[in-house]
């Protein structure tokens, strides 16, 4: 069993759409990341979030704890944003659960 | 400043040979995480060291060990390789390790074992 679910698998948007990635989690955590890994393989970290929602430019992350559930949406896709977006939790901070990750395309 | 630095980028070794991975922390982190990502997977983790302790440990077996030095750059051996540790090795680096400072992550090692 998974501690971090990640849906969808993969996703095909054309540029412009509206997309949501979503994160479901079992175990309790002290904070949420979002990452982004570009092939080649560096991981950026697009979010930290512990609460609510944070938004970065056309990137929203929202988290609910109660329901263990976040999700990353993106407006007005562009085809720079394709990439694997991988949600992780940190129970403790001694370990992070990463999700298998989304993988993303947008058609010009 | 410099973010999160690994060396070597790619390498290529045979079974049953040892590899050392290395990693320097963005400047003023001191923990240091390793994971193991395999291709088409989430990344794996590894090890958590702060302050030259390991805090944390992976579901990996003794072939795999790790140190931090006091400069907090820090370096993962891996011995007697096996084919299924072609992976692509992430270093990421924190202010603490705890879960509400954020993880920095570097460009990684692409480890492939023949």
């Known amino acids: 069993k998974n501690e971090v679910e990640q849906s969808p698998q993969n996703l095909t948007a054309q540029e412009g759409e509206f997309i949501t990635i979503n994160c479901s989690y079992s175990v309790g955590i002290s904070a949420l990341h979002w990452l982004q890994q570009h092939p080649g393989g560096g991981i950026v970290s697009l979010f930290m979030?512990?609460?609510g929602k944070k938004k970065h430019g056309r990137l929203i992350a929202t988290i609910n704890i109660q329901e263990k559930h976040s999700s990353l949406h993106i407006t007005a896709s562009h085809p720079r944003d394709s990439a694997v977006y991988i949600c992780a939790v940190s129970p403790t901070g001694n370990q992070f659960y990463f999700g298998t990750g989304t993988s993303l395309t947008v058609i010009p | 400043d410099a973010g999160v630095t690994q060396s070597p980028t790619h390498l290529i070794k045979t079974r049953g040979q040892q590899v050392t991975l290395r990693c320097s922390p963005i400047s003023g982190h001191k923990s240091v995480s390793w994971y193991q990502q395999v291709l088409g997977q989430g990344p794996q983790f590894i090890f958590q060291?702060?302050?030259?302790?390991?805090?944390g440990r992976g579901n990996f077996p003794d072939r795999f060990s790790a140190r931090q030095f006091p400069n907090y750059s820090s370096e993962l051996n891996v011995n007697a390789l096996l084919l299924g540790d072609s992976a692509l090795y992430l270093c990421?680096?924190?202010?603490?390790?705890?879960?509400?400072?954020?993880?920095?992550f570097g460009p990684g090692t692409r480890l492939t074992v023949t």
């Open positions: 990421a680096s924190s202010f603490t390790p705890t879960g509400g400072y954020e993880q920095y």
């Open positions: 979030l512990s609460s």
């Open positions: 060291y702060y302050e030259k302790e390991e805090r």
